[in-house]
Nanobody
Framework: VQLQASGGGLVQTGGSLRLSCAASGRIFSINVMGWYRQAPGKQRESVAT???????TYAESVKGRFTISRDNAKNTVYLQMNSLKPEDTAVYYC???????????????WGRGTQVTVSS
């Protein structure tokens, strides 16, 4: 199983970016998909999650600015980030809690990070 993230970059304060993450390989079902981020010198934190039916959770710091969505047919999760602030600068990691077969237990898989830099 591989998770391939894309969409990071450099943007000015108030700008927008859209991150994408596609899961591929031996996948039976995906439960939760989401995004974490890690800023320099800080612990990794959860940004947003979305379940298969579409229930979402957000970190307080991004509520009202970020929107998570997913395309179950494409095994892809998105993170639309608006009104970006310098404190959003971090490496963003996507993950998926999934099963690789009907008999397997769910497990977490992570993508490589994508850098998001917001200049002031």
């Amino acid at each position: 199983v591989q998770l391939q993230a894309s969409g990071g970059g450099l943007v000015q304060t108030g700008g927008s970016l859209r991150l994408s993450c596609a899961a591929s390989g031996r996948i039976f079902s995906i439960n939760v998909m989401g995004w974490y981020r890690q800023a320099p010198g800080k612990q990794r934190e959860s940004v947003a999650t979305i379940t298969s039916p579409g229930s979402t959770t957000y970190a307080e710091s991004v509520k009202g600015r970020f929107t998570i969505s997913r395309d179950n047919a494409k095994n892809t999760v998105y993170l639309q980030m608006n009104s970006l602030k310098p404190e959003d600068t971090a490496v963003y990691y996507c993950y998926a809690n999934l099963r690789t077969s009907v008999t397997s237990f769910p497990d977490n898989y992570w993508g490589r990070g994508t850098q998001v830099t917001v200049s002031s």
